[in-house]
């Protein structure tokens, strides 16, 4: 089946400072979806990413999807307290068997 | 709009005992999931459904069933509840294949 890593696991980041994390896949993705979790709240989309190569930006976060299909990359700028949370990214081919990688755990130091 | 909403919120239950857990969206959408979280392990997607009538299994089905009750409603049900059954569960809908999930606030299920 389909196997998502995400890394980091966790991050400790002081306020201002950029932040990336990715996601690798076993198997060809034709969609990446990135997702941001605050405690005691379901998922939130943030971006959405749906062709080998794009790179997609929402506000301070960017996003993009491997040349490879089997990767993508998070950014996020100039980071501030409420970036707190945890964000996953998510993958599928063409179907409805969306994965979900582990987690990156953002903490920001003021 | 309500988006998905899942009830209950809070359940606990002894090992053996039978519950469902509901949800229904207000999107219009044809695909409905359900995930579990557990600390460390992200969401692991239990069953979905593409459209109504039809349901799959994702990664981790045993132990679970679920309904597709009409385009709005999709149940899951716990037949034997078991301890390693302990978790968080998220109902999600989107428009179409591969699209954006759009989740509910969560179920946290406690087996004792």
């Known amino acids: 089946g389909q196997q998502l890593n995400q890394s980091p696991q966790s991050m400790f980041i002081q306020e201002g400072e950029d932040v990336s994390m990715n996601c690798t896949s076993s198997s060809i993705f034709n969609t990446w979806l990135w997702y941001k979790q605050d405690p005691g709240e379901g998922p939130v989309l943030l971006i959405a990413?749906?062709?080998?190569?794009e790179l997609t930006s929402n506000g301070r976060l960017t996003a993009q999807f491997g040349i490879t299909r089997k990767d993508s990359f998070l950014n996020i700028s100039a980071s501030i307290p409420s970036d707190v949370g945890i964000y996953f990214c998510?993958?599928?081919?063409?179907?409805?068997?969306?994965?979900f990688g582990a987690g990156t755990r953002l903490t920001v130091k003021p | 709009n309500a988006g998905v909403t899942q009830t209950p919120k809070f359940q606990v239950l002894k090992t053996g005992q039978s519950m469902t857990l509901q949800c229904a969206q207000d999107?219009?959408?044809?695909?409905m999931y359900w995930y579990r979280q557990d600390p460390g392990m992200g969401l692991r997607l239990i069953y979905y459904s593409a459209s109504e009538g039809t349901t799959d299994k994702g990664e981790v089905p045993n132990g679970y069933n679920v309904s597709r009750l009409n385009k709005r409603e999709f149940s899951l049900r716990l037949e034997s509840a078991a301890p390693s059954q302990t978790s968080v569960y998220f109902c999600?809908?989107?428009?179409?294949?591969?699209?954006?999930?759009?989740f509910g606030e969560g179920s946290r299920l406690t087996v004792l």
């Open positions: 990413l749906y062709k080998a190569g």
């Open positions: 999600a809908s989107s428009e179409g294949v591969s699209g954006e999930l759009f």
């Open positions: 999107m219009n959408h044809n695909s």
């Open positions: 998510a993958g599928s081919y063409n179907n409805n068997d969306m994965r």
